[in-house]
């Protein structure tokens, strides 16, 4: 081995060691309790590791990598039962050691970029300790309940299923399999919002409220701000903010949607889908920079994932596909945009993983299908822009108004690009 990459594999090691060994230290800052090991112990720990890898492979014998190994392991055992004498109860430090002197093996032994991926991702989870516990406290039964049941639709029913249909046209578009599939991954996109959410707090700022809302239900977000805005019309340009954000994160939501199930029509829908959603980003800065607010927000997200709700959903998804796929054996075309407006107007997810996946299969040209996507998100915007019309108070009319103006033109204009 080159000096040269001697040394970068050492230098690694020392870095992933101080890296975990400043976040100790900087979170007993406060503390006038010894900490067994800070950021210069962990990068000697790391250096530790990339020895004891360098021994075991110039020796050729792993029992010299296992017996360092072990004269360590007896000095973080003797400095935990210090701590337990004292009260001090706890191995997230000395399991921490273990992990800076792992890494600082693969360093030597040329996993680089892993050894630095789980040196990161240690850090994180070490400084991550508020957020967590946070979120920790804020699950309910319901919350548990509904994530295992999402393991086990995600990791014991889908691969049962069968991966093919056995009806014909147009029942031929239902593929248990695929059906399913979809139901994990909006059921997937929706339950990391509803987490976000809950590790930042229901009561942090409204334009943060908008946009994890955004993940998880943007008509939740503006019903809510929309009747609130009654209450509190002072608040009304905040409250736009935050609504604009929760539909332009809508936008975002299709295209990754799109992306996922079939990366080829994303070619053709990316144009007016990204205009819209960057009209609604470009108003957002307006927005946040004409009028700051300390207030927080106070929106109501119940679970997005349980069991009845995604049998829902993968219903109301097979149904989307077998409207779509009949709407344009029978009726042409119309009928295909028809289906997609009407669609759209309740649930934009269905018809867009609808699209995509009729495409794909080859039932729907691709300029079609993009078409009907693009018409489902303009029509679910306009469904959504009438209710805050609707129920908004005066002063959140105007601005909201010159939001959907300005996403459903450049939408409905940009279309015409295809």
């Known amino acids: 081995m080159e000096n040269a990459d001697l040394f970068l594999r050492f230098g690694v090691a020392l870095a992933i060691g101080f890296l975990i060994g400043l976040q100790r230290e900087f979170a007993h800052g406060g503390s006038k309790d010894v900490i067994i090991a ?3 112990t962990f990068a000697l720990f790391g250096l530790a ?8 492979d110039e020796l050729n014998s792993a029992l010299a990598f296992v017996g360092i190994i072990l004269v360590f392991g007896a000095f973080i055992t003797a400095a935990y039962l210090v701590d337990a004498r004292k009260g001090q109860v706890g191995l997230t430090t000395e399991v921490a050691i273990v992990i800076a002197i792992a890494a600082g093996s693969l360093a030597y032994w040329g996993y680089l970029t892993l050894a630095l991926a789980i040196g990161i991702a240690t850090t994180v989870i070490l400084s991550i300790k508020l957020e967590t516990d946070r979120f920790a406290r804020s699950l309910t039964r319901e919350d548990i309940s509904a994530a295992l049941q999402m393991a086990v639709i995600s990791a014991i029913i889908l691969p049962i299923l069968p991966n093919q249909s056995f009806l014909p046209p147009p029942f031929d578009v239902l593929n248990p399999f695929k059906i399913w599939l979809m139901v994990v991954f909006i059921s997937g996109i ?3 919002g509803y987490v976000a959410i809950k590790v930042v707090g229901p009561e942090q700022g ?3 409220t908008g946009f994890l809302g955004g993940l998880v239900s943007s008509t939740a977000v503006t019903l809510s701000f929309s009747e609130r805005s009654n209450r509190e ?3 009304s340009k905040p409250f736009t903010l935050a609504i604009t954000v929760a539909w332009t994160v809508m936008f975002i939501r299709v295209l990754v949607e799109v992306g996922v199930v079939y990366p080829a029509l994303l070619n053709l829908v990316w144009v007016p889908i990204g205009a819209s959603g960057l009209v609604g980003i470009f108003y957002c800065l307006y927005l946040f920079f004409s009028q700051r607010t300390t207030e927080k ?3 109501e997200f119940s679970n997005p994932f349980d069991l009845g709700s995604a049998i829902k959903f993968g219903l109301l998804y097979a ?9 344009q054996m029978y009726l042409g075309d119309t009928g295909l945009y028809l289906s997609s407006i009407l669609s759209g107007a309740t649930d934009v997810d269905a018809i867009t993983l609808s699209m995509a996946e009729l495409s794909k299969t080859g039932v729907v ?11 489902a998100t303009m029509s679910n915007t306009a469904v959504k822009g009438g209710i805050a019309l609707a129920m908004g108070g005066k002063a959140l009319r105007k601005p909201l108004s010159f939001a959907i103006l300005l996403m459903l033109s450049v939408g409905i204009s940009a279309a015409f690009l295809i």
């Open 319 to 327: 149904l989307v596909l077998l409207i779509s796929r009949a709407a």
């Open 38 to 40: 800070g950021e210069r």
């Open 190 to 192: 929706s339950f990391l």
């Open 297 to 299: 927000a106070n929106v």
């Open 365 to 375: 040209e691709m300029p079609k299908a993009a078409l009907a996507i693009i018409l």
């Open 233 to 235: 019309p002072e608040l």
């Open 206 to 208: 409204i334009g943060l």
């Open 49 to 56: 590791g990339a020895l004891a890898a360098m021994a075991a």
